[in-house]
């Protein structure tokens, strides 16, 4: 019997388990494909993290450097409005001042005119003080008085004031402010010419004061008189530091006379006055004060001018009286200025502890 062939088939076994392991090799070979391609995505994921982290930190400081930034220029806008506003003062201040410049320029030929009056009213009152001074001799006997002084009659039992010492020394206050009583006076009367000042009311009371004193001075004793402001000099020419006769009538009348040709300027140093009493051989036995305020500055001037509250020129006060010789009796004659509240105590407190005598003089003194 004759074998029968068998059939081939294409698709058989074999076939099929090749194909599946090579199906399977390429399933394997994408999985591998994908999960590198997984593990990419997850660093590229944590990177770009750690970038975003990176910026929202630098967002952050920019967040913050624009608040200080905002901070800056909200103060600096706040500075230039301050600034601005001063400016529009200083130009104000400054247009005030060149109007109030324009008009003293504009009164020049008249305020010529006027000084030129009152040089010639000085000299005419000069003359007429000669002819009195000439007619008091001729009128009644002084008898131990070293000086007449008719104006106001003797008022010595009225001010408790007496010059008893051996050497005598008077210091009258000649700066800016024996101008006049108030502040505003002060400071417009300043700029004015030197015979003006020489005729202000107060200094001429001051003067009148000082000529009063001369007249009092006992005949034995000696004196001096100085004047001071930033420095303290004798109104006898040539004769600081020395002593004088008080009988001396050509000394004691260039001194008042000098005096009459002072004009007030400048700032008060009471150290240096004081000074002058401590340097003086012999020193004094008696000082007579003169003067309308306390110091506004000590033995040399401030490097920059401004003005001088009250606590300083206290401690100016205290500074001047670590020069004043112990144990000298101090009489102040203090005359009115306003605004200068601690003055009368502290100068009251001075003539107590000396032994001196204090007197603030009415209007129509001496």
């Known amino acids: 019997m004759a074998r029968r062939r068998r059939n081939i088939e294409v698709f058989s076994l074999s076939f099929l388990d090749c194909m599946c392991c090579g199906f399977g090799a390429l399933v394997l070979f994408y999985t591998v494909i994908?999960?590198?391609?997984?593990?990419?995505?997850?660093?590229?994921?944590?990177?770009?993290?750690?970038?975003?982290?990176?910026?929202?930190e630098r967002v952050l400081d920019g967040y913050k450097n624009l608040v200080v930034l905002r901070n800056a220029v909200e103060q600096t806008t706040e500075e230039r409005t301050e600034a601005s506003g001063r400016l529009m003062r200083l130009l104000e201040e400054l247009e005030r001042t060149r109007?109030?410049?324009?008009?003293?320029?504009?009164?020049?030929?008249?305020?010529?005119?006027?000084?030129?009056?009152?040089?010639?009213?000085i000299k005419s009152l000069e003359e007429g003080t000669k002819r009195l001074s000439a007619?008091?001799?001729?009128?009644?006997?002084?008898?131990?008085?070293?000086?007449?002084?008719?104006?106001?009659?003797?008022?010595?039992?009225?001010?408790?004031?007496?010059?008893?010492?051996q050497r005598i020394l008077i210091l009258v206050d000649a700066s800016?402010?024996?101008?006049?009583?108030?502040?505003?006076?002060?400071?417009?009367?300043?700029?004015?010419?030197?015979?003006?000042?020489?005729l202000a009311p107060k200094w001429q009371r001051a003067v009148s004061t000082v000529d009063w004193l001369a007249s009092q001075l006992p005949p034995e004793s000696r004196f001096q008189i100085y004047a001071y402001d930033i420095q303290a000099r004798s109104m006898?020419?040539?004769?600081?530091?020395?002593?004088?006769?008080?009988?001396?009538a050509a000394a004691l009348d260039s001194a008042v006379q000098n005096l009459r040709r002072t004009a007030p300027k400048d700032g008060t140093s009471l150290v240096n006055a004081f000074q002058?009493?401590?340097?003086?051989?012999?020193?004094?036995?008696?000082?007579?004060?003169?003067?309308?305020?306390?110091?506004t500055q000590g033995p040399t001037p401030p490097a920059i001018r401004k003005a001088v509250d009250?606590?300083?020129?206290?401690?100016?006060?205290?500074?001047?009286?670590?020069?004043?010789?112990?144990?000298?009796?101090?009489?102040?004659?203090?005359?009115?200025?306003?605004?200068?509240?601690?003055?009368?105590?502290?100068?009251w407190r001075l003539a107590r502890e000396t032994g001196g005598v204090f007197m603030m003089p009415s209007k129509d003194w001496p």
Not at 145 to 162: H, K, N
Not at 278 to 289: F, W
Not at 311 to 327: C, G, H, I, N, Y
């Open 34 to 56: 994908s999960a590198q391609s997984g593990v990419e995505r997850v660093r590229k994921h944590e990177d770009l993290a750690a970038e975003a982290s990176r910026l929202e």
């Open 99 to 121: 109007l109030e410049m324009a008009r003293y320029s504009g009164d020049t030929l008249s305020r010529r005119e006027h000084i030129n009056k009152l040089k010639a009213d």
């Open 135 to 165: 007619g008091a001799e001729e009128e009644a006997d002084e008898g131990d008085r070293v000086r007449a002084f008719r104006r106001g009659g003797d008022r010595q039992y009225l001010t408790g004031i007496t010059l008893s010492g």
């Open 176 to 198: 800016a402010s024996m101008l006049d009583e108030t502040l505003v006076n002060i400071l417009r009367m300043r700029n004015l010419h030197e015979v003006q000042k020489i």
């Open 236 to 248: 006898v020419d040539g004769s600081s530091g020395k002593w004088m006769r008080s009988n001396d």
């Open 276 to 295: 002058v009493a401590r340097t003086m051989n012999p020193q004094p036995d008696q000082i007579v004060l003169i003067t309308d305020g306390l110091p």
């Open 310 to 347: 009250a606590d300083q020129r206290a401690k100016l006060f205290d500074e001047a009286l670590s020069a004043l010789p112990p144990q000298v009796p101090v009489t102040i004659i203090l005359m009115p200025i306003e605004g200068d509240l601690p003055a009368p105590s502290r100068y």
